[in-house]
């Protein structure tokens, strides 16, 4: 009897994508926080491709290097039977288009046999876990209004936004079904990103405020008149969390949601950066067209209402200012010490 009752207090937490910044920021909380809704994290498993860093501290932890897409590794990672799931991993945008078949294979086949080692493991004895998983504003396509509103429907132009797409179904299904206790969290363009560019489209987005505050000249891709949706890592972190403690029965068949965030154009960007660090790290950023860039961010929507989000407790950003402040916080100042 009590160590039932210890295990409903507890909770055991797995972190698929933990060697990525977000899932290193998502740990880091987490650590920080000690608990999730309420309950003591009993212990840790973060698994990526690559090894994950180590958590510091003594909570009781896992470290995997294994390639989710690969048989029998979502079963390993189910074994334990964790009751919060995080689920991060992916390819980005960029990447995720220019290798089709990776693409597929890593975001959406990954993603099919968590969901089947899930449900298989549910068939030895009663198990539900909650599962947040990370979607993306590329599920959406044209036609695209201004501001795009919670029913709005899926027409993805990219590989990456099917693959997003696709597992936000899924997830759908599965929860329906009782298999998983699902909330899919659709992330707007996350800036500033911290450390060196990745292969996504949007990392210019990133990149102009990034390397001119570190000193280092950046390339602009795209006019200053694009407009896009961000919100920051720590926004990110804020909304995973948020995520894995909500009342999912607020949710109903609807498990997927657009998080709130903060429209700006690039000019706005760079206004805010010169507010900021002044013009000369304005002067660092330089115009280089490129078509096929250009090409996949103007198929990107450029605003949400995210009203159901904002109405359950997610809350973002609401100047670029602050985004740009927030990095400089939580990255500059820490190397600055």
Same mark, same amino acid.
């Given at each position: 009897?009590?160590?039932?009752?210890?295990?409903?207090?507890?909770?055991?937490?797995?972190?698929?994508?933990?060697?990525?910044?977000?899932?290193?920021?998502?740990?880091?909380?987490?650590?920080?926080?000690?608990?999730?809704?309420?309950?003591? +994290?009993?212990?840790?498993?973060?698994?990526?491709?690559?090894?994950?860093?180590?958590?510091?501290?003594?909570?009781?932890?896992?470290?995997?290097?294994?390639?989710?897409?690969?048989?029998?590794?979502?079963?390993?990672?189910?074994?334990?039977?964790?009751?919060?799931?995080?689920?991060?991993?992916?390819?980005?945008?960029?990447?995720?288009?220019?290798?089709?078949?990776?693409?597929?294979?890593?975001?959406?086949?990954?993603?099919?046999?968590?969901?089947?080692?899930?449900?298989?493991?549910?068939?030895?004895?009663?198990?539900?876990?909650?599962?947040?998983?990370?979607?993306?504003?590329?599920?959406?396509?044209?036609?695209?209004?201004?501001?795009?509103?919670?029913?709005?429907?899926?027409?993805?132009?990219?590989?990456?936004?099917?693959?997003?797409?696709?597992?936000?179904?899924?997830?759908?299904?599965?929860?329906?079904?009782?298999?998983?206790?699902?909330?899919?969290?659709?992330?707007?363009?996350?800036?500033?990103?911290?450390?060196?560019?990745?292969?996504?489209?949007?990392?210019?987005?990133?990149?102009? +405020?990034?390397?001119?505050?570190?000193?280092?000249?950046?390339?602009?891709?795209?006019?200053?008149?694009?407009?896009?949706?961000?919100?920051?890592?720590?926004?990110?972190?804020?909304?995973?969390?948020?995520?894995?403690?909500?009342?999912?029965?607020?949710?109903?068949?609807?498990?997927?949601?657009?998080?709130?965030?903060?429209?700006?154009?690039?000019?706005?960007?760079?206004?805010?950066?010169?507010?900021?660090?002044?013009?000369?790290?304005?002067?660092?950023?330089?115009?280089?067209?490129?078509?096929?860039?250009?090409?996949?961010?103007?198929?990107?929507?450029?605003?949400?209402?995210?009203?159901?989000?904002?109405?359950?407790?997610?809350?973002?950003?609401?100047?670029?200012?602050?985004?740009?402040? +927030?990095?400089?916080?939580?990255?500059?100042?820490?190397?600055?010490?």
């Amino acid at each position: 009897m009590h160590s039932f009752a210890k295990r409903e207090m507890d909770m055991n937490i797995l972190v698929i994508g933990a060697a990525g910044m977000v899932g290193r920021k998502l740990v880091a909380a987490l650590l920080a926080a000690g608990q999730v809704g309420g309950k003591a +994290i009993s212990a840790l498993t973060l698994a990526d491709v690559v090894a994950p860093a180590a958590p510091g501290g003594t909570l009781p932890h896992t470290l995997v290097a294994a390639d989710l897409s690969q048989p029998g590794v979502a079963e390993g990672l189910i074994a334990a039977r964790p009751d919060l799931i995080f689920h991060l991993a992916a390819i980005v945008s960029g990447e995720a288009e220019a290798d089709f078949e990776k693409g597929y294979r890593i975001n959406l086949d990954g993603t099919r046999l968590l969901l089947e080692a899930i449900r298989h493991e549910s068939q030895n004895a009663p198990y539900r876990p909650r599962l947040v998983f990370t979607s993306s504003i590329a599920v959406f396509g044209e036609p695209l209004p201004s501001v795009i509103s919670d029913s709005h429907e899926h027409t993805p132009l990219t590989s990456y936004g099917t693959q997003k797409a696709i597992c936000e179904l899924l997830l759908a299904d599965y929860s329906r079904r009782g298999f998983v206790d699902g909330v899919g969290i659709r992330l707007p363009t996350i800036a500033v990103r911290p450390g060196l560019p990745n292969k996504a489209a949007s990392g210019f987005f990133s990149g102009i +405020i990034r390397e001119p505050l570190a000193g280092q000249e950046a390339l602009l891709p795209v006019d200053e008149s694009v407009r896009h949706w961000f919100a920051s890592p720590r926004s990110a972190v804020g909304f995973l969390l948020h995520a894995a403690a909500l009342d999912t029965g607020l949710l109903g068949a609807q498990r997927n949601l657009s998080m709130p965030g903060l429209a700006a154009t690039v000019g706005e960007e760079i206004a805010a950066l010169g507010r900021v660090a002044g013009p000369k790290a304005v002067g660092l950023i330089r115009r280089v067209p490129d078509p096929v860039i250009a090409g996949i961010v103007a198929g990107w929507p450029q605003a949400f209402e995210a009203k159901r989000a904002r109405a359950l407790g997610f809350v973002g950003e609401t100047s670029f200012d602050e985004i740009i402040r +927030i990095h400089i916080e939580d990255e500059l100042a820490v190397v600055s010490k």
